[in-house]
């Protein structure tokens, strides 16, 4: 018997952060269950404008390792990958010298 899988759609754009990752990730590092922490990456949830290039933009939240938010401010403009038929579903796919060439107002 064979299964077929549908194999999950992705598509890329640029979003737009709203809300300041680096506030968010210090808030999320206060936590209790972050000292001497050793576990998985951790991920937080910013809130993004996605702005594709052939659909309306849309705002939602876009996961992201702590290692990461701390170039994310509001206005920062930063590559996502998001499920179109999903759209709640985005995550960064962006290295941080890229951001930092996109954006010249972080090298400041």
Do not use: H
């Not at 404008?49 to 849309?58: I, M």
């Amino acid at each position: 018997m064979s299964f077929l899988f549908g194999k999950k759609q992705s598509a890329q754009a640029l979003a737009e952060v709203m809300e300041d990752g680096r506030e968010i990730m210090n808030a999320e590092m206060k936590k209790p269950k972050y000292n001497n922490y050793s576990g998985r990456e951790v991920f937080i949830d910013v809130a993004v404008r996605v702005q594709p290039d052939n659909e309306t933009p849309f705002e939602t939240k876009m996961k992201v390792s702590l290692l990461k938010a701390y170039l994310l401010k509001p206005g920062i403009r930063v590559r996502v990958n998001y499920d179109p038929t999903k759209k709640e579903q985005v995550t960064m796919d962006d290295e941080p010298a890229a951001i930092l060439e996109r954006n010249p107002q972080l090298k400041k």
